[in-house]
Every structure is written in structure tokens, then in C-alpha cells.
């Protein structure tokens, strides 16, 4: 196999294609008094097997020899490896315009007639080598950036993939402690103990419920859903008790209120949706002041609605605090340091063909509207 033709990095370099010896002799001749480096073939198919395109400056190509070829040289040089950011020049003998529009048209950058003018193929040279040289360098920027999001993708796709083999791994330990705590709650005899044991469940749920929204959020597929009519006195109830020992710690009260017997919606994306915004409310709600939660009819559909009087949502977050991971200003409302709860919530009623908004009640704090379509709406 022929070695490929390394160029000095400095010396610009000119590559000579023409089948007369006596032609490439002069082409040569021209280029080195112009101060350039100048390395001679014969045809195309020496380039692909010996020169390496993305180290020359310009390469001058003789048009006879090209014509004769139906300009099959400048394809092939085209389509080497570097060939496409490589300025062609055709030299010809013949001064015919039509010629000369035939060799453009064919991928050409410029016609020269012989006989070469003195420093005429440089000064050529030179103007097209600073041309791409420009062009060179934008290509290997995007080329740089290219490689540097696909590198981000792959990042992105083994950090998804590990944590959803980390969140099933935890999912069996996780409900294991869950069923021992319900059981000590059942049969502890001790009121500071039963007391204790309820805490840690509590506790214990909230972590099972954030590992079963970081594998619905970090998988990227929608949820599925199984619509019915729930009962929003046994969702209000269940709430309750879920969160009666957190609720007793801080002194909070949580009062609801409910225009309707039944919520079409997945039953279970329903709870979770209902246990993460109560959640939310409890993070931010001061001590000794008080949680609603509501269901009401609406426009096409019912609305969980669910209120704190805590700090609230600044309007510049509250689209964001929807998004997953989503990390704003240190300045920010702490809230808005949140989101995978919220994420959950929205990516629930969007399976659901529902939206999801947060705004501020009179008052003050922040008012969570999950509103789910009537039984004829679509998912």
C-alpha cells in the first residue's frame, strides 16, 4: 500500500493532478515560486491512494484531463475524505466559456487558461485557502459539538438505564420494611412504640413513594392508565390517615371538601397524584396552619385541588417546577428546588388527557388544580 503524503503544518500545499508530465512541471514550477509546497500526480485514483485531502490547501487538476473523464475527477476528489473542504482548481489550454461554465458547474472553485500568468496560481491559492480555511474550521466545530451531544445522549441514556436498575433493586427492600411497620403498628403495645412505628412508616412510605416516581419519571414512557370511577370519600379518608402522623407533628390541620361522589380516573395513578401534592403542601405549610384539599367539577372534567399557606410559587417557576430535576436560582423559593413529585403528577394527568397548573389563592401560599377529564374525554 502506498504511504500517504504528509505536508509540513506551515508551507501552504498545492496538489498537482494532470497526466502530461511537461504540464505538471510547470503547475509545480508555478506553485513553488508562489511560496508553496507542491506535490505531483498523475490521476485521481493516485490522490485516493496516496495523498491525504485534509492537508491540502488547493488541488489543481487539469481540465483535458478531466473532460476526457467527464469531470469524474472532481466527483472522486469530492468525495474523498476531506474532499469536500478542499478548493479545486482546472487548468485548461482552452479559453471557451462554455468549458469554463462546464468545469464550475461540476464542483470546480476555479478556471485558470494557460498560459500561467506569474504568481497567478498563488495569488489563486491563497484567496481560496483562506476561504476554507474558514470553512474548515466551522466544520470542525460543528463536528467537535456533534460528537459532544452524542457523547451527552449516551451519558444520559446509561444514567436513566442505572437508575432504573437502582429503583427496581430498592422497590422489594423498600416494601418489605413497609409490611414489617404496618404489622408493629398492628400489634405494639406501647403507645410511644406504636406511636414511633407509625413515624417510620410514614417515613418508609414517602421513600417508596419518591422511588416509584423517579422510575415513572426517569423511564420516559408514558403511564399506563385504566380508567373507573373512584371514590373520592375512601381518597380522602385514605389521605387522612397516610399523613396523620406528620400532620401531628406539625400541628397542621387538614380539612376537605369534596362536590362529588366519584373522580374517573386511574384509581391507582389517582392516589399517588393525590399522596405527592399533599406531600408538597406538607413540605411548605408553616406549623399550626392548615392543608385544603378539595374536589371539584370543572369544565370538562373534576379538579383535585389541594392548598398550603406556605411561601407559594413565584410565577417565573411555575411551569418549571414541573419539570424533572429541574434546578433553579439558589435565590429561588426552596419549593422550586423540588420537582420530581411534581413531575410524576404532571406526567399522571397527562396520561390521563388532563393538565395540571399551580397558581396563588386569596391569602397567599400556593393552589395545586389537578384537573381530570369526564368519563367521555379520551386519554
Not at 22 to 29: P, T
Not at 69 to 78: H, K, N, S, T
Not at 195 to 207: F, G, I, K, Q, S
Not at 210 to 231: E, F, I, K, Q
Request: aromatic content about 4%; glycine content about 6%; proline content about 5%.
Amino acid at each position: 500500500m502506498a504511504r500517504a503524503v504528509q505536508f509540513g503544518p506551515l508551507v501552504p500545499q498545492v496538489l498537482i493532478v494532470d497526466g502530461d508530465p511537461r504540464n505538471r512541471a510547470s503547475a509545480v514550477d508555478q506553485a513553488r515560486r508562489g511560496g508553496h509546497h507542491a506535490v505531483e500526480v498523475a490521476s485521481p485514483a493516485e490522490v485516493a491512494a496516496s495523498v491525504d485531502l485534509t492537508a491540502v490547501d488547493a488541488v489543481v487538476i487539469d481540465l483535458e484531463l478531466a473532460a476526457r473523464d467527464g469531470f469524474v475527477a472532481c466527483a472522486q476528489l469530492r468525495e474523498l475524505p476531506g474532499g469536500a473542504l478542499t478548493p479545486i482548481i482546472f487548468v485548461t489550454d482552452r479559453d471557451d466559456p462554455a468549458l469554463i461554465d462546464a468545469a464550475v458547474a461540476a464542483g470546480a472553485d476555479d478556471v485558470l487558461v494557460r498560459p500561467l500568468r506569474a504568481n497567478e496560481l498563488a495569488v489563486r491559492v491563497r484567496a481560496l485557502r483562506h476561504t476554507y480555511g474558514r470553512l474548515r474550521a466551522e466544520h470542525a466545530l460543528a463536528v467537535a459539538a456533534q460528537r459532544e451531544r452524542e457523547a451527552q445522549v449516551q451519558l444520559s441514556a446509561q444514567k436513566d438505564a442505572l437508575t432504573e436498575f437502582l429503583v427496581h433493586d430498592l422497590k422489594s427492600p423498600i416494601a418489605s420494611v413497609t409490611m414489617a411497620l404496618q404489622e408493629l403498628v398492628l400489634v405494639c403495645d406501647s403507645p410511644l412504640g406504636r406511636d414511633a412505628a407509625r413515624a417510620c412508616l410514614a417515613t418508609t412510605e414517602t421513600v417508596g413513594r419518591m422511588v416509584m416516581n423517579l422510575l415513572d419519571v426517569s423511564s420516559g414512557h408514558a403511564l399506563a392508565v385504566r380508567r373507573s370511577g373512584c371514590s373520592v370519600g375512601l381518597l380522602l379518608r385514605h389521605l387522612r390517615d397516610h399523613f396523620a402522623p406528620r400532620l401531628e407533628i406539625r400541628e397542621i390541620t387538614l380539612a376537605t371538601r369534596a362536590d362529588a361522589l366519584e373522580l374517573w380516573a386511574d384509581g391507582e395513578l389517582l392516589r399517588r397524584v393525590a399522596e405527592n401534592l399533599v406531600d408538597n403542601a406538607l413540605r411548605y405549610a408553616p406549623p399550626r396552619t392548615r392543608v385544603d384539599i378539595a374536589v371539584e367539577a370543572a369544565a370538562g372534567g373534576t379538579c383535585l385541588i389541594v392548598i398550603d399557606r406556605g411561601p407559594g410559587v413565584p410565577v417565573v417557576h411555575r411551569e418549571r417546577i414541573f419539570d424533572r430535576f429541574v434546578q433553579l436560582d439558589p435565590d429561588a423559593s426552596r419549593r422550586a428546588s423540588r420537582g420530581l413529585g411534581l413531575a410524576f403528577c404532571r406526567l399522571a394527568l397527562e396520561a390521563h388527557g388532563g393538565k395540571i397548573w399551580v397558581d396563588e389563592p386569596p391569602g397567599g401560599g400556593a393552589r395545586f388544580c389537578a384537573l381530570f377529564p369526564d368519563q367521555a374525554a379520551p386519554c
